[in-house]
Nanobody, 121 residues
Framework: QVQLVESGGGLVQAGGSLRLSCAAS??????IAWFRQAPGKEREFVAG????????DYADSVKGRFIISRDNAKNTMILQMNSVKPEDTALYSC????????????????WGQGTQVTVSS
């Protein structure tokens, strides 16, 4: 089992920044990723990384604005959100899987409970 706990969500003005954390515990895994889901919309991939750091991927909608990084000492994945836009408003969840990297959410085995991000215009 893998336990994932997200934190850092909240209300932020457009153009501002927010830092999300995903603390992982339990068995080891290879891939961890952030997804988001806005009301009435499908869940979508945001950013992902292999725990080794050899592969990092971003959705086009966040490329150049969001940065994913790891704090290995704390077993935590960070999503730094910069220049946020109202369309970034969503429930953000981190997920992990033991297999290779993929953007397909249904292939992720473990999920956190999510943290809400709201961007005001």
């Amino acid at each position: 089992q893998v336990q994932l706990v997200e934190s850092g969500g909240g209300l932020v003005q457009a153009g501002g920044s927010l830092r999300l954390s995903c603390a992982a515990s339990g068995r080891t895994f290879n891939t961890i990723a952030w997804f988001r889901q806005a009301p009435g919309k499908e869940r979508e991939f945001v950013a992902g990384d292999t725990w080794s750091g050899r592969l990092t991927d971003y959705a086009d909608s966040v490329k150049g604005r969001f940065i994913i990084s790891r704090d290995n000492a704390k077993n935590t994945m960070i999503l730094q959100m910069n220049s946020v836009k109202p369309e970034d408003t969503a429930l953000y969840s981190c997920a992990s899987r033991t297999g290779s990297f993929t953007r397909t959410s249904s292939l992720y085995e473990y999920w956190g409970q999510g943290t809400q991000v709201t961007v005001s215009s």
